[in-house]
């Protein structure tokens, strides 16, 4: 077993993984930028690390940085928790050639996975459904003319992308070769990769992703689905479990196909298969493997009764699952919601500062993670999110009842901080999503 790890990450997430490790008897060393000196990671950890200062490209994204720190600190394994170096297969390999056991997928799979356009063909592969567009990087006359034969809408994606991130809808050819170099641009700049491909958009879907967990010795599961429509900005807000109205016999499809797709991938670990589902005509298409943790996996904790960075570090010690498919059961129904410090008022505007008021729900069935506190200064430097409110209850009604009893009870304040609590409240509250009729447009549609 995993004696000591560096958590090479901040937030809620940084204290996810402390909590777990300390659970396990595991020795814990968080690797933290200056602007994160104080924060609730640093406090709850066995040994904690300066890595560099606020900026991420000068701490959590600097791999010479994390190594060094799990070398001074002997760590003997590092958890990269989600987003920064999560899904970056150098750091993988590094951490491989260092002799430190990287919690997550081997490089090789990462960035097989990574790469958009080898994930297609490996699902492909496998029989995995896929939108009809191009398995390879086009160029912008070969993309256009693609786009006019399988018909607009479409959606141009990075090769490298994820996250939301690097794409954007094209509904004419009028909008075409603009959307094309505007995109190219904006993966140029956030991956270093600006080559794209173009798949046809699918209207008025739901986005439903399926968390699967693959050992060392061949044994692969999944955990059911989450359903992660609402977003704004392809970044979600809202996510639940089981995903609501969708068949039985639907859900099973997409985990068995996920299933198939991490065998032929080599997968180990804990690994999230995304898919874009079309309710009316029952049908569901591979997007993109997520190499990681995924924010929302408390919901899946919440319905199954796993522990999910406890199966990630027994995985990353070489455990085997110890259970099958069949032994995978859910119960009731749970919701999580991100309180971000957003304003909806203001296009979800980040509104960061100083926390002078921080009160969070309590209550049966609710958990609540986070890593803020009264007089916890909100950095304009990292991602905005403050918390994730997940409700559990027997079933769909009960829980939406309790989530919105839970985020009345929100109390976050402070000079020009504002979030996203009063609004999700609204939403979880309107008679689409209620009825389990929202798609992907939903928020942009208010």
């Known amino acids: 077993m995993i004696g000591c790890v560096l958590v090479a990450n901040r937030g809620e997430i940084a204290v996810r993984v402390v909590r777990t490790c300390a659970e396990m008897g595991i020795r814990t060393v968080v690797a933290h930028s200056s602007t994160d000196r104080d924060s609730a990671a640093v406090r709850l950890a066995d040994e904690t690390v300066q890595i560099g200062p606020g900026p991420a490209k000068d701490s959590y994204l600097s791999i010479p940085a994390v190594i060094e720190a799990a070398r001074a600190k002997g760590a003997d394994a590092i958890h990269p928790g989600y987003g920064f170096l999560s899904e970056n297969p150098d750091f993988a390999e590094v951490c491989e050639a260092e002799g430190l056991t990287f919690v997550g997928p081997p490089a090789k799979v990462m960035a097989q996975l990574g790469d958009k356009s080898s994930a297609r063909a490996i699902m492909s592969g496998a029989g995995l459904p896929l939108l009809p567009g191009s398995r390879d990087a086009l160029e912008a006359d070969e993309a256009e003319t693609l786009a006019g034969e399988i018909g607009y809408p479409v959606i141009v994606k990075a090769v490298a992308g994820g996250g939301g991130r690097g794409m954007s809808v094209v509904r004419s050819a009028a909008e075409f070769s603009r959307s094309w170099a505007r995109t190219r641009a904006a993966a140029q700049a956030v991956f270093g990769d600006g080559r794209l491909y173009v798949e046809r958009y699918l209207e008025s879907a739901r986005h439903v992703e399926i968390q699967v967990f693959a050992d060392q010795h061949g044994n692969v599961v999944h955990l059911g689905a989450r359903d992660c429509s609402l977003q704004r900005r392809h970044q979600k807000l809202v996510e639940e479990s089981p ?3 969708l068949p039985d016999d639907l859900i099973r499809e997409m985990g068995e196909a996920a299933v198939r797709g991490a065998q032929a991938a080599g997968y180990v670990g804990a690994g999230t298969f995304e898919f874009l589902v079309d309710p009316r005509a029952g049908r569901f298409y591979f997007m993109e493997v997520n190499c990681r943790l ?16 406890r199966e990630q570090l027994r995985i990353a010690s070489g455990e085997p699952l110890g259970y099958t498919q069949a032994d995978v059961v859910t119960r009731g ?3 999580e919601c991100r309180i971000n410090a957003e304003d909806p008022a203001r296009d979800f505007a980040p509104a960061p500062g100083v926390l002078d008021v921080c009160r969070l729900p309590g209550g049966p069935f609710t958990r609540i993670d986070t890593h803020v506190y009264p007089g916890y200064r909100v950095p304009p430097l990292y991602d905005s999110m403050l918390a994730k409110v997940i409700v559990w209850a027997p079933d769909r009604d009960a829980a939406i009842a309790r989530m919105r009893r839970a985020l009345a009870e929100v109390e976050v304040r402070g000079p020009g901080v504002a979030t996203t609590a009063e609004f999700l409240s609204e939403v979880l509250d309107h008679p689409r999503f ?11 549609s208010l």
């Not at 995924?294 to 319905?303: A, C, G």
């Not at 209620?434 to 942009?444: K, M, N, P």
């Open 434 to 444: 209620r009825a389990a009729e929202h798609d992907t447009t939903f928020i942009e």
């Open 243 to 245: 995903a609501p109205s």
């Open 294 to 309: 995924q924010v929302e996996h408390p919901v899946t904790e919440v319905v199954t009764g796993l522990d999910l960075v």
């Open 333 to 335: 129904t749970a919701i």
